[in-house]
């Protein structure tokens, strides 16, 4: 019985710091959610749902749909990052790397085009 006490007494508290701290995290995602367009170019990023884990649904227009093969959202250093990979014709494993900028409401980053073999500097801002 007392060792009962002491792991209740040392398992509960850890289920409610986790509990926060998935809140938290909820909510932070929950920031990504919504149309995004590139300003340079009118394409169109659009988050759906940002789950606990990260994964993105996510969809891409440009202006036609493009298949995006995987999204997904991570918390470093208090920055949110995402990831967003596009496989489709013409875009065979391009993706985007990007910090979400709470200052001023942008997703910013670098899109990776893999048919030119080049990065480029850009940002998405919400519509």
Known sequence: MKYLI??????FPLIFIHNAQSQSLIEDYEKLRGNWVRPDGGY?????????DGSIEAYYLNPNSINVSEARATMESGKINVFVELRDTGYPG??????????TERLVGVYH????????DIYFVRE
């Open 6 to 11: 002491i792991f209740a007494l040392l398992f």
């Open 44 to 52: 169109t990023l659009v988050i759906k749902n940002v789950r606990f």
């Open 94 to 103: 391009s993706y985007y790397t990007l910090t979400y900028d709470k200052d």
């Open 113 to 120: 085009h893999m048919v030119l073999n080049k990065k480029f």
